[in-house]
């Protein structure tokens, strides 16, 4: 396809004048028939990739994704866009709904599916029936079990693709060290892809870190920091509770529009929270890491991290969440001595000592179904044929890595010397020169003036409307 | 107010099986779940929690019971204390109490809300002519039942009368009520509110924003059907009206019945087991208060088992083995369904 052609699609379709890096050259590879792996920053527009690719070659787009709430948030941006013909294959789907999507196959543009559903004969049936353009594999990374997020359905995916009849496959994710890229192409089978990578490096977010002594200390900054840098911002924690309690005391104590959101709440009030962020009717959301992958707002200033991620990969995720318009913005680490702990409590929860590996080995040949989350992950192992001593292995690999990926991240926000420069080795990346508009080196203060973040005044919250005035604003023409 | 205020008010200080109202609250349609709602007077209340974690459940009852509001009497059984009478009378006057749960028996409440939510969205975005928007859920099988109604209804004046519509159905309610049914609504220019938002907003808990707003699905519901003429938005509620409450499968088995083909004829021709057909009409009897059963029970049962049960006026205290013990052949169906009558003849 000629480069006129392209830039002509992009503009009728999506309204832009220009592509952003990496998206034109993975294109016109993929075009070109090639398979790719595409390392690209978050908030680079990945999903117009697979997009454009489906609009110009005839056929089905298969995209896997690991998270149901981003396949979800993902067919709710693609009908936004215009592309009607979009379904998700999640376990939420009762057999009836199921059904109606693998009948209407044909009829669609774009299915987003989990490497679990994929796997399902009824499923790969129906697949095999329709004529595939492109396989996607999102977050690709899951498929290492170097990589921070492995999952091992995601160890399925090679095969899959040979039954699918190896169509051509672009694998996307934010982060990969050339570990974990190495990784993905020998599990998927493509030694010959073309990879495409492009830096993590967002210079245009300043990086800080916060070392406060007591979670009093803790809150009194944050709400500082949320009322004094400019808005919106979002606020990250690792567990729902202290989602909604910060929430709930940020909004209580300052005249900020203040919201929480995890996976604990409906799906309508995810669908509204997520709305009035995109239309600027909130000031601060305190999030799980759950929010934000779906979204596109150009706009967000301050991204600040009230406990630690689970690792450096996760951080520059959340992080590339802010500034995607270019314009200066701020990422906030607070640290309290001991926080480090919660990341270990939590990565407690994902292991698995011997004894339980090996009883849960008997539930299988005892032929029960798998009752425990632990256990729904341990099935895969068993249906493949792995042994006792092979997956106490795996587990044990897994808690290492993940030991280490906690002590790296303490040794960012430890670091005397420019933090980007030690993120920027991490992901084997050359440092770029530290300046003023670089990052926090220890001790020094917030520059929020010479950023240009400083905060305009606080917006009032808007008087209760009656309701006759709702319904006509929403259903009369010149209201 | 919790979820806990609300479940405290559907015990009495007569012992109740909690699990067979968690039964009743989530919707589990057997025969004991039903026939639980019966005796315990909590039918109205059948499916409106649909979805609500037993863990949740268990909580609540914990927190009432750690409140001192309710005790359990025996293993599986709880009654409401002297001091949880007196906590029922204050959240009484308080709290947001349903009016028109009895829809959930008359309607799929929760199909239609959740369909009616997206056809507004729809409407307003197409209104202003806005054509790049979210919709509010992604679900396949709601879109698409929402498009071909668009599809039937869309014109100039669709906008016009869904406004009409809604602004007659909210000049029925409180201010309170049409506030939060309007504020919840979503649409062009406008995400709507949360419940936490409008609970905030209405110094009211978000469990009670909850009720309020089921509470509200009904009453729009009751509305529409009293609609002389067919209207988009009666058009949309139209596939979600129930003929009766009972499931489909047991109401053929009662039509099966009335025609005079006996219960055997019955479970050959529809090819179900004989205790199937049984605990269709079972279910029939407690949701279908014209169900004949004394008929079905024969004058000689029916002697036979007012005989046994003459000195008992509590019908949900009798028990089965005293039958076995008078009429060691009678089946447990019988039993039940003699139950079920006298319940129906007490109310």
Known sequence: MQREALYQLLKTKYGFDAFRPGQYEVITDLLAGQDVLAVLPTGTGKSLIYQLVGTVVPGLVVVVSPLISLMQDQVARLNYQGEKQVAALTSQLDFGAKQSVLNHLKTLKFLFVSPEMLKQPPVLTALKLVTLSLLVIDEAHCISTWGPDFRPDYLSLGALKQTLGNPRTLMLTATATPKVREDILAQLQVPMAKQVIYSVNRPNIYLAVEQVVTEADKRARLQQLVLTVQRPSIVYFSSKRQTDLIADWLRSTTKLRVAAYHAGLSAEDRFKIQQQFMAGELDVICATSAFGMGIDKADIRQVIHYHLPNNLADYVQEIGRAGRDGQPALAVMLYAPGDEQLVRNLNELTTASPMEIQADQQRFMRQQAPNTDLSQVLQYYWTHGYSVGQVTTQFEQRQRAKEIELSQLLAYIQTKKCRRAYLMTYFSEAAPTHTATCCQLAGERLPLESLGLMAGPTESKTAVTPWQQILAQLFLQNS | ?347
């Not at chain 2, 001091?83 to 239609?112: H, I, M, S």
């Not at chain 2, 507004?120 to 054509?131: C, D, I, P, T, Y």
């Not at chain 2, 209804?153 to 506030?179: H, K, N, R, V």
């Not at chain 2, 369904?337 to 003849?345: A, G, K, N, P, V």
Request: glycine content about 4%; overall charge neutral.
């Open chain 2, 1 to 347: 107010m919790l979820f806990a205020d609300y479940l405290l008010l559907l015990f009495t200080t007569a012992p109740r099986r909690p699990k067979a109202l968690f039964n009743v609250l989530r919707g589990k349609r057997t025969v004991s779940t039903l026939f639980a709602g019966l005796t315990t007077g909590t039918l109205a209340y059948l499916d409106s929690w649909h979805g609500v974690p037993l863990t949740t459940f268990e909580a609540a009852t914990q927190q009432l019971q750690s409140a001192g509001w309710l005790e359990a009497t025996q293993p599986g059984y709880l009654r409401v204390t002297a001091a949880g009478v007196t906590e029922q009378n204050r959240l009484r006057k308080g709290l947001y109490l349903p009016t028109a749960f009895e829809q959930f028996q008359q309607a799929d409440v929760r199909q239609f809300t959740a369909i009616s939510q997206l056809a507004l969205q729809v409407v307003s975005e197409a209104v202003h002519q806005e054509r790049r928007y979210y919709p509010l859920t992604t679900d396949q099988h709601i879109q698409w039942q929402v498009k071909n109604w668009f599809r039937q209804w869309q014109g100039p004046t669709l906008g016009q009368q869904i406004y009409d519509e809604l602004t007659a159905f909210l000049q029925t309610l409180s201010d309170e009520a049409a506030a939060v049914f309007a504020q919840s609504l979503t649409g062009f220019g406008l995400p709507g509110l949360t419940d936490q938002q409008l609970a905030t907003q209405l110094d009211r808990s978000p469990v009670t924003i909850l009720v309020m707003r089921k509470d509200l699905s009904c009453h729009w519901i009751a509305w529409l059907k009293q609609q002389p003429t067919a209207t988009p938005l009666s058009a949309l509620l139209q596939p979600f009206l129930k003929a009766n409450p009972v499931s489909s499968s047991a109401w053929q088995t009662f039509q099966d019945y009335l025609t005079g083909q006996s219960l055997t004829e019955i479970a050959q021709r529809r090819r179900l087991k004989l205790s199937t057909v049984r605990e269709h009409l079972l279910e029939t009897s407690i949701l279908w208060p014209d169900f004949p059963a004394a008929q079905l029970l024969t004058p000689t049962r029916i002697a036979q088992l007012s005989t046994i049960f003459a000195d008992n006026p509590v019908i949900e205290t009798w028990q089965f083995k005293t039958v076995q013990a008078e009429l060691p052949t009678m089946d447990f169906f019988w039993f039940r369904l003699y139950q079920i009558m006298r319940c129906h003849d007490a109310a």
